[in-house]
């Protein structure tokens, strides 16, 4: 089980457990920044089990997605369109023969990659926004260049792959990932901190990369709950200027 290759989208699989295995790919969710993936249980007599762990709901909950009857509906009814069931603890799933591994592998994340754009239409109206990321990432590209990558995916502890809004000299020992949160009305997106804290912490585990946040200006007591929240795991940088957003990222260097 341990030695399984899937022939779907380069997917690469890594042991969790005894008879399970963590199987990721190049796909991303929609706004989420987890690739897809799926845990492969054994069950013996040729059998396995392709579940997301319940992650994909999980990732919409921290974002600040409500649980309703109609939209649990909504979720069992999509999940059944694409062959799988939504358990009762939260968990998109199906049970297959291990000779047809690849073919509802396929399916499953096809079918979490439609789940997790269903609840997009269940964000607050100003999580949707990305204008904050593409003004970071503006001034990042005009300071450095060839050394920045966007979207950039590693692998952490819990063997998930966590997708970083940006990272400098990616893949060198003075690799920095960096990862922006907006504001709304001068508030901090909540959802998104903890969220943010989450990777931070899974990417500790197993990377010596130095870890940034760029925090867009809000309220003086909620930013700095916000940055005393996220220092234990990363550096933070409120965002003010772009002179001052370069020199406080130089001097993590």
């Known amino acids: ?97 291990a000779d047809r591994v690849d073919y509802f592998f396929s399916r499953f994340l096809e079918a979490s990659f439609a789940l997790a754009s269903s609840t997009l239409n269940w964000h607050p109206a100003h999580k949707k926004t990305g204008a904050f990321k593409q003004e970071i990432g503006s001034i990042l590209t005009r300071e450095y260049k060839e050394r920045l990558k966007k979207n950039v995916k590693v692998t952490g502890s819990s063997g998930h792959q966590l997708i970083f809004h940006f990272a400098i000299d990616s893949e060198m020992p003075e690799e920095q990932l960096i990862q922006t949160i907006s504001s709304s009305n001068s508030s901090v997106d909540w959802s998104v901190v903890y969220g943010t804290l989450g990777k931070m912490i899974d990417v500790s585990r197993v990377s010596e990369a130095k870890r940034l946040v760029v925090i867009e200006r809000a309220d003086g007591e909620e930013l700095a709950s916000a940055s005393t929240l996220l220092s234990t795991k990363a550096t933070v940088i409120p965002f003010s200027n772009d002179s001052d957003l370069v020199n406080a990222i130089n001097r993590v260097a």
């Open 1 to 97: 089980m341990n030695n399984l290759t899937l022939n779907v989208l380069g997917a690469q699989c890594q042991p969790v457990a005894d008879g399970v295995i963590y199987a990721s790919t190049s796909l991303a969710m929609p706004f989420y920044g987890r690739a897809l993936g799926g845990y492969i249980q054994d069950l013996g007599n040729n059998r396995v089990r392709i579940s997301d762990n319940a992650d994909t709901l999980f990732e919409a909950i921290t974002h600040g997605v409500k649980h309703s009857k109609d939209r649990e509906l909504h979720i069992k009814e999509l999940a059944k369109s694409f062959d799988m069931e939504f358990t009762d603890v939260g968990e998109l799933a199906v049970v297959c023969s």
